[in-house]
C-alpha cells in the first residue's frame, strides 16, 4: 500500500477522511473544502511563476527525473516534481538544488511547499518533512531543511526538518495499519469537520449513532471515559445526570459544565439550568458582532445594533483593505460616544479579543469617556450560558441556540467559514452583490445576539417572580431528583422482572458466603456493641532537659565535627514508645 501525501495530510486531520480518501468515496458538496481546493491550486501557480523569475531560464528545468542514480544535475530549480518509491508517494510543488560550497561535496536538494494561509501550522511543517522523507529515500541521502511559502506576501519560512523526520515516520506506519484495514475507524466529529467535503456523510451517520462526539467541547479523554462505562450515545449519557450540591470550598469558583445535563437538555427538548444570572442590560443596549480573516489577524467589518425591539438602529463600517481597518474602528469609537449610556453585548471572545487588540494597535479612548466605559463593561452572554444554561444543542455557538429561539438567516453567507469565502470572492471581484451579502449577515448575527440576550434577561425575570411559565418551560437542576425515575433512597428495590429479583439474592448470597462468622458464646460478636475508645494524643512533656554544648568527640577528643560538610552541633534524638520516654540516641558526624 503507497502511502501518498494527501492521503498523509488527510490522516493529520481526521482517520475517517483518511481512510475514506484511501477507498476513493465521493465527495459531497462542501463550499470551504471546493473554494480552499481551488484557492489553492491557483495560489500554487502564482508562487511557481514568481519562484520561476527569480532563477534564469537555463536553471530551470520541468518534472525532471529524480533518483540516487542522477548524482550531478545541472539544474538548480525544479518543478512539479513526482517522487515515488514502494511505499512512498509525494509530488513536490518546487526543488531547489543548492550546490556544494567545496570541490566534489555533495549537493544540497531543498523543498517548497506552497500555503495560502497567512499562519504556517504544524501540519503544515510535517507535509513538508513528508516530502522530504520521500525525497530522502530517492535521493539516498539526508534532507535537512526546506522552504514554506504562504500568505498574500509570499512570505518564505525556512524549517528545520530534522526533529520531524521521525514524528512522520511514526504517522506513516499508523496510516498503512489504518488503510488496510477493511472497516473504518470510529467515527469522531472534530473541528476540522466544517472544513471536509465528507461533512454531510459523516455528521448524517453520527446523528444515525446518536453518538458522543456530536456534544462539542467533549475530549477524547472523556469519550474514552464513558466508553469504559459502557456509554456510547447521546442518549445514554442522558440518563447519567446526578445533581450534586458543591462543597464549601468550590462554591467561589466557576460552574463545572455538564455534558450530561447537555445531554438530558437534548433528550427532553427542554432548557435545563443550574443557575440563571442577570446579564445586567441596563442602560441602552448595543449588540457587537464583528467579521475579519483570521489568519491575517484583519478585521473588516463592525457591525452594531442599537436599541431593541422595532425602533432599534443598526451601523456597519466596513473596511476595503488593511489600511481601512483604524477608519472603521474609529467610527466605532465616534458612535458609542454618541449613544446615551451605551452596553455593548457580544458573544464569544472573538469580539473580546478585538477589542483588546484594537486598543493596543490603533489606541482607545480617553479615560473615563463614555465609549472606554462602555469596552470596560463590554457583556459577553455566552458568559451567562455556559455551565449555567443548558440548551437543547450540540453546542453553545450563537447559529444552534438563536436557531433552537426561532431564529433564521436567510441567504448565503450562513456561517462564519461562507463569510470567510465571501470576503475572498469579494477581494478578488469587488462584486458590490457579495459586499451587500456581508452586510446583511453580520446584521442578521447582531439580531441573533438580541434574541438570545433578551431569552436570558426573560429567564431571569420570570426565575424572580417566580412565574409559573417558568416552570414549564424550563427544568431546574436541583428538581431533577424527585422527578427522575432513578432510585434516590436506601431500602429493597423493587424490579420489573422478577428474574432480576432472583439474580440479586443470588448475589446477595454469594456476598455472605464469602464471610464467616463464629460463635464463641452467648453474647456474639456481631451483637456487642463496640465500646468507644478515647482518642489517644502524645503525651504533654513533663521535664525540660538541656543539654550544653559539646566540644569535642567523647571517644578520640576530636573538635572536627561535622555534618554535610558544615560545622556543627552534636545531634541527639529522642525515640518515644507509645506512652512515654524510650531512650536517648546520640550520633557523631566526624570527618577528619
Known amino acids: 500500500m503507497i502511502v501518498s501525501s494527501p492521503l498523509f495530510g488527510a490522516f493529520l486531520e481526521c482517520l475517517t477522511k483518511c481512510w475514506l480518501r484511501s477507498r476513493d468515496e465521493p465527495r459531497a458538496g462542501n463550499d470551504y473544502a471546493e473554494w480552499a481546493r481551488l484557492r489553492e491550486t491557483t495560489y500554487s501557480e502564482d508562487c511557481l511563476t514568481y519562484l520561476r523569475m527569480t532563477f534564469p531560464e537555463c536553471d530551470r528545468v520541468e518534472s525532471p527525473p529524480i533518483s540516487r542514480h542522477v548524482r550531478s544535475p545541472t539544474w538548480r530549480l525544479a518543478t ?24 566534489g561535496g555533495q549537493a544540497q536538494f531543498i523543498p517548497y511547499r506552497f500555503q495560502f494561509s497567512n499562519q504556517v501550522a504544524k501540519n503544515d511543517k510535517l507535509l513538508l518533512a513528508f516530502d522530504a522523507l520521500v525525497l530522502a529515500e530517492t535521493l539516498g541521502c539526508a534532507v535537512r531543511f526546506g522552504n514554506i511559502v504562504h500568505g498574500p506576501g509570499r512570505t518564505m519560512r525556512k524549517v528545520n526538518l530534522s526533529p520531524l523526520i521521525k514524528e512522520v515516520s511514526k504517522q506513516i506506519a499508523n496510516i498503512v495499519a489504518l488503510i488496510t484495514e477493511n472497516s473504518p475507524p470510529d467515527l469522531v466529529l472534530n473541528a476540522h469537520c466544517t472544513r471536509c467535503e465528507f461533512q454531510d456523510r459523516c455528521y448524517n451517520l453520527a446523528k ?58 437534548i433528550r427532553e427538548n427542554k432548557i435545563h439550568a443550574v443557575d440563571i444570572i442577570d446579564p445586567k442590560l441596563d442602560g441602552t443596549p448595543v449588540y457587537l458582532d464583528v467579521e475579519g480573516v483570521p489568519d491575517r489577524d484583519f478585521y473588516y467589518l463592525i457591525g452594531i445594533r442599537v436599541g431593541s425591539g422595532r425602533h432599534a438602529v443598526r451601523y456597519s463600517f466596513w473596511a476595503d483593505d488593511e489600511q481601512g481597518e483604524r477608519c472603521i474602528w474609529n467610527s466605532l469609537l465616534d458612535a458609542l460616544s454618541n449613544i446615551p449610556d451605551p452596553r455593548l453585548v457580544h458573544f464569544g471572545r472573538y469580539e473580546t479579543t478585538f477589542l483588546k487588540r484594537m486598543c493596543i494597535r490603533y489606541g482607545g479612548p480617553d479615560q473615563g469617556s463614555v465609549a472606554a466605559i ?40 450562513a456561517s462564519g467559514l461562507e463569510a470567510i469565502v465571501s470576503r475572498h470572492r469579494w477581494e478578488a471581484s469587488r462584486d458590490p452583490s457579495l459586499k451587500q451579502a456581508l452586510l446583511d449577515y453580520n446584521s442578521q448575527d447582531c439580531d441573533a445576539l438580541e434574541v438570545v440576550a433578551s431569552r436570558i434577561t426573560d429567564l431571569h425575570r420570570a426565575k424572580s417572580t417566580d412565574c ?9 437542576a436541583s428538581e431533577i431528583k424527585s422527578e427522575s425515575p432513578f432510585p434516590f433512597r436506601f431500602g429493597p428495590n423493587s424490579f420489573v422482572l422478577p428474574e432480576l429479583e432472583i439474580i440479586n439474592r443470588a448475589a446477595y448470597w454469594d456476598y455472605q458466603r464469602e464471610r464467616v462468622y463464629i460463635k464463641t458464646g452467648i453474647n456474639s460478636p456481631r451483637g456487642r456493641q463496640r465500646a468507644s475508645r478515647p482518642r489517644r494524643t502524645a503525651p504533654a512533656p513533663n521535664t525540660t532537659i538541656e543539654c550544653s554544648r559539646v566540644i569535642c568527640c567523647p571517644t578520640c577528643k576530636s573538635n572536627l565535627i561535622y555534618r554535610h560538610g558544615r560545622r556543627t552541633k552534636i545531634e541527639r534524638d529522642l525515640r518515644f514508645m507509645r506512652h512515654g520516654l524510650k531512650r536517648w540516641i546520640t550520633r557523631y558526624v566526624i570527618q577528619r
Open 208 to 265: 444515525q449513532k446518536d453518538d458522543l462526539s456530536l456534544l462539542s467541547g467533549m475530549s477524547e479523554k472523556d469519550r474514552r471515559t464513558l466508553h469504559g462505562k459502557g456509554i456510547f450515545t447521546v442518549t445514554q449519557l442522558s440518563y447519567t445526570f446526578r445533581p450534586r450540591r458543591r462543597r464549601r470550598q468550590s462554591r467561589g469558583k466557576g460552574e463545572r459544565f455538564h455534558h450530561s445535563l447537555r445531554a438530558l437538555a
Open 80 to 103: 512539479d516534481v513526482l517522487l515515488q518509491t514502494n511505499r512512498l508517494e509525494s509530488r513536490l510543488h518546487a526543488l531547489a538544488r543548492k550546490p556544494s560550497e567545496r570541490r
Open 374 to 413: 462602555a469596552i470596560e463593561r463590554a457583556v459577553n452572554v455566552l458568559s451567562f450560558v455556559y455551565a449555567h444554561i443548558y440548551f437543547p444543542t450540540f453546542s453553545n455557538g450563537l447559529k444552534e441556540i438563536a436557531g433552537y429561539l426561532g431564529f433564521r438567516w436567510s441567504g448565503s453567507p
Open 468 to 476: 409559573e411559565s417558568f416552570h414549564s418551560e424550563v427544568i431546574h
